[in-house]
């Protein structure tokens, strides 16, 4: 079975762009959460999507948001990045939110 | 006040021998505690997770649960060099769906 997938691998943007990246979970699982991760610490939760709805959201402003598809694939989007946005961006997908099994993340550099 | 802690490290253990890996965390509520492992460059893999007070064992590795004292290590018998990788906790709260993340602890197996 395919593990989660993330897209894509490496991207770079500059200040003020918008982002997309993209997950598609495990088959059969129904959650998809969103994580940050930047260098030297542990991921920072950012959003939690089940069936298609929120339920969840971290720290992070606006700028962030999350969508969740029919098929279960989410989008996380950010507008007008920052220097600091830049960092590991990881998804976990979850049957239910318990144990998250987690994709090979988007690297993103902003400069 | 970080809501999960755990020692930066460099812990360094020789091969064979028993590494402990501790972790604290802030909410009594907490009732999911889950131990990855991330190799440099790579995503956060799922070791093991525990809901209860007291051992589960899992192979070379055994998680221990005190929630009375807020304390949830890790322990890898007869450590190997493939074992060397950041180690981290995470703590799903009783409040939300997110799940916390310490910042990790660099396990190093020396031969």
């Known amino acids: 079975d395919a593990g989660v997938t993330q897209s894509p691998t490496h991207l770079i943007k500059t200040r003020g762009q918008h982002v997309t990246l993209r997950c598609s979970p495990i088959?059969?699982?129904?959650?998809v959460s969103w994580y940050q991760q930047v260098l030297g610490q542990g991921p920072q939760f950012i959003f939690q999507?089940?069936?298609?709805?929120?339920?969840g959201r971290g720290n992070f402003p606006d700028r962030f948001s999350a969508r969740q598809f029919p098929n279960y694939s989410s989008e996380l989007n950010v507008n007008a990045l920052l220097l600091g946005d830049s960092a590991l961006y990881l998804c976990?997908?979850?049957?239910?939110?318990?144990?998250?099994?987690f994709g090979p993340g988007t690297r993103l550099t902003v400069l | 006040q970080k809501e999960v802690e755990q020692n930066s490290g460099p812990l360094s253990v020789p091969e064979g021998a028993i590494a402990s890996l501790n972790c604290t965390y802030s909410?009594?509520?907490?009732?999911?505690f889950f131990w990855y492992r991330q190799y440099s460059g790579k995503s956060p893999e799922l070791i093991m997770f525990?809901?209860?007070?007291g051992d589960k064992e899992d192979g070379r590795f055994t998680a221990q649960l005190n929630k009375a004292s807020q304390y949830v290590s890790l322990l890898i018998r007869d450590s190997q060099p493939s074992d060397s990788a950041t180690y981290l906790c995470?703590?799903?709260?009783?409040?939300?769906?997110?799940?916390?993340f310490g910042s990790g602890t660099r396990l190093s197996i020396r031969p």
């Open positions: 976990a997908s979850s049957w239910s939110g318990e144990e998250q099994f």
């Open positions: 088959s059969g699982h129904k959650s």
């Open positions: 999507y089940y069936e298609k709805e929120e339920r």
């Open positions: 909410d009594r509520g907490s009732q999911s």
């Open positions: 525990i809901y209860s007070n």
């Open positions: 995470a703590v799903r709260y009783s409040s939300a769906s997110k799940i916390i």
